[in-house]
């Protein structure tokens, strides 16, 4: 999965930036919770992170303490209140930029972009998993079998991570979908589940 991956942190209609983002060649991942959100930062380390501070009852500050606290993520967020104190307190919370809502999806996408190529892959730290001729590296997320890409979507990453994690232990669907839910606006059936393992 060779495209930088962007969480998008927001309760609010957010299609047209998420086809913004992914016009600019970013994966997206939409979660609609902050609970979500701070798990799908541990767990996919996205190379962006967005999130309006006000969404889930203003628990979109837990998502910014998560870019945080998982290695600084590069965060850019969104006030919806047009609230110059919020502003201050997501820089001084370590927020990268700060958009006032209503925005322009396409600039909006333009400036994630800029934050995705400065960011250094070096400085990202993640496990690198390998079986074989298959290399999963969490904090590209990528995927490469000998050598070659693999081109896997979000939901599939993230499955392969799981099992990856599980160290040989078998999983059932509840905990793949645990692992998933937070990257469709939709949470996994367990016959999408099993669609995804056996690609």
Same mark, same amino acid.
Request: glycine share 8%.
């Given at each position: 999965?060779?495209?930088?991956?962007?969480?998008?942190?927001?309760?609010?209609? !957010?299609?047209?930036?998420?086809?913004?983002?992914?016009?600019? @060649?970013?994966?997206?991942? !939409?979660?609609?919770?902050?609970?979500?959100?701070?798990?799908?930062? *541990?767990? #996919? &380390?996205? *190379?962006?992170?967005?999130?309006?501070?006000?969404?889930? $009852? #203003?628990? @979109?500050?837990?998502?910014?303490?998560?870019?945080?606290?998982?290695?600084?993520?590069?965060?850019? =967020?969104?006030? &919806?209140? $047009?609230?110059?104190?919020?502003?201050?307190?997501?820089?001084?919370?370590?927020?990268?930029?700060?958009? =006032?809502?209503?925005?322009?999806?396409?600039?909006?996408?333009?400036?994630?972009?800029?934050?995705?190529?400065?960011?250094?892959?070096?400085? +990202? %730290?993640?496990?690198?998993? +390998?079986?074989?001729?298959?290399?999963?590296?969490?904090?590209? #997320? %990528?995927? +490469?079998?000998?050598?070659?890409?693999?081109?896997?979507?979000?939901?599939?990453?993230? !499955?392969?991570?799981?099992?990856? %994690? /599980?160290? @040989?232990?078998?999983?059932?669907?509840? #905990?793949? !979908?645990? &692992?998933?839910? *937070?990257?469709?606006?939709?949470?996994? *059936?367990?016959?999408?589940?099993?669609?995804?393992? /056996? +690609?």
């Amino acid at each position: 999965m060779d495209a930088p991956l962007v969480l998008l942190a927001d309760d609010g209609p !957010i299609d047209g930036l998420a086809a913004a983002l992914r016009g600019e @060649g970013l994966q997206v991942v !939409i979660c609609r919770r902050a609970a979500n959100a701070v798990d799908a930062v *541990s767990f #996919h &380390r996205p *190379s962006v992170v967005v999130v309006d501070v006000a969404f889930d $009852n #203003h628990h @979109g500050w837990d998502v910014v303490a998560a870019a945080r606290g998982h290695g600084q993520l590069p965060t850019l =967020v969104l006030d &919806r209140e $047009n609230d110059p104190a919020a502003r201050r307190a997501a820089y001084t919370a370590g927020a990268d930029d700060v958009v =006032v809502k209503p925005y322009d999806a396409g600039e909006l996408a333009t400036k994630v972009g800029a934050l995705v190529r400065r960011t250094r892959p070096e400085t +990202r %730290e993640g496990p690198v998993y +390998r079986h074989r001729d298959l290399v999963v590296d969490v904090a590209a #997320h %990528e995927a +490469r079998l000998a050598g070659l890409p693999v081109t896997l979507t979000a939901q599939q990453f993230g !499955i392969l991570r799981a099992l990856f %994690e /599980s160290g @040989g232990a078998a999983l059932d669907r509840a #905990h793949l !979908i645990a &692992r998933t839910e *937070s990257l469709d606006d939709e949470a996994p *059936s367990d016959r999408a589940i099993d669609l995804h393992v /056996s +690609r």
